[in-house]
């Protein structure tokens, strides 16, 4: 069964800094379509940030886009998400998911069959 665990979010200040972690496993990332997605609450579930089997092309939500950085570690099976010059805006829980194919939206959230438990992340102004 494959199983996607979250860890690393936490309370941080505006401007401040954290770095997202995603353990996986039973899949392979070199198949795989990886990506994280936040949800606040009322909001709608929102692609951060994507990457393509392999992990050698990503992409990113504007909102995020020269702050957030996706990488793995394909030995390790690890996604991660370093958020950097965090905002009030990027509270929510974050969540990583899988698909073990190319997907041509990987910010699309219905693409995804997997999906970890979230971690929250909490920004103060």
Known sequence: QVQLV????GSVQAGGSLRLS????????SECSMAW?????????????AVWPGGDSTTYADS???????????????LYLQMNSLKP????MYYCAAVPSWVQSPLYSKNYGYWGQGTQVTVSS
């Open 6 to 9: 979250e860890s690393g979010g």
């Open 64 to 78: 995020v886009k020269g702050r957030f950085t996706i990488s793995q570690d394909n030995a390790k099976n690890e």
């Open 22 to 29: 995603c353990a996986a496993s039973r899949i392979s990332f």
């Open 37 to 49: 997605f936040r949800q606040a609450p009322g909001k709608k579930r929102e692609g951060v940030a």
């Open 89 to 92: 805006e990027d509270t929510a």
